[in-house]
């Protein structure tokens, strides 16, 4: 009955390779999104999809392709891996409005060799 | 450009004290502000959401505050315990982003 759940939880890849993470929220949430956690634990807005159209891009290298096949799947494919890619990306939904508690899922430590 | 800070970066406090942790936003247009707990190599956690209209949330031993005009926000936590020992983090919602602060690290010494 996990609300957020990612997969896998770790990933370990060599520089070049393509990877895709996985994010399921059985919540009914509207919103989901992608953050980054870095080596300094700073968590930072990568994408924010609502109702499968995305709404925010932060930036993010062409590399990093979202797709979200339903409204509670939100999934994440990085293309040409680099070195600085590695860090643990996390998943999340919410609700819309002011009422938008957020829930995050475990995180994906990826590791980029 | 909302902005979060979050102060102190770090804290340790002997177990039974009570404590306060401050979170501050530059752009006072939000929706809510969440209060999150991260424990080392997990996810997560949602402690506290107090939304835009709201001055406070209960629960337990945790009390958030909320102004808004002023962009600030505190965690008080009661009777400390090791257990507590996490990272704390203040998040702030507006049009599909959640912006955060970078945490403090909070320590109980037993």
């Known amino acids: 009955d996990t609300a957020v759940s990612q997969t896998p939880k770790y990933l370990v890849t060599q520089m070049g390779n393509d990877k895709s993470i996985k994010c399921e929220q059985n919540l009914g949430h509207d919103t989901m999104y992608w953050y980054k956690q870095d080596s300094k634990k700073f968590l930072k807005i990568m994408f924010s999809y609502n109702n499968k159209e995305l709404i925010i891009n932060e930036t993010v290298p062409n590399r990093f392709s979202p797709k979200s096949p339903d409204k509670a799947h939100l999934n994440l494919h990085i293309n040409s891996l680099e070195l600085g890619d590695s860090a643990v990306y996390f998943c999340?939904?919410?609700?819309?409005?002011?009422?938008?508690?957020?829930?995050f899922g475990q995180g994906t430590r990826l590791t980029v060799v | 450009k909302q902005e979060v800070t979050q102060i102190p970066a770090a804290l340790s406090v002997p177990e039974g004290e009570n404590l306060v942790l401050n979170c501050s936003f530059t752009?006072?247009?939000?929706?809510?502000l969440q209060w999150f707990r991260q424990d080392p190599g997990k996810g997560l956690t949602s402690l506290l959401l107090i939304q835009s209209s709201q001055r406070e949330q209960t629960s337990g031993r945790l009390n958030a505050s909320l102004d808004k005009s002023s962009g600030r926000s505190t965690l008080y936590i009661a009777a400390s315990q090791p257990g507590d020992s996490a990272t704390y983090l203040c998040?702030?919602?507006?049009?599909?982003?959640?912006?955060f602060g970078k945490g403090t690290r909070l320590h109980i010494l037993p």
């Open positions: 999340a939904s919410s609700p819309r409005g002011e009422r938008a508690e957020a829930f």
């Open positions: 998040a702030v919602y507006r049009d599909d982003k959640i912006i």
């Open positions: 752009d006072s247009a939000i929706y809510n």
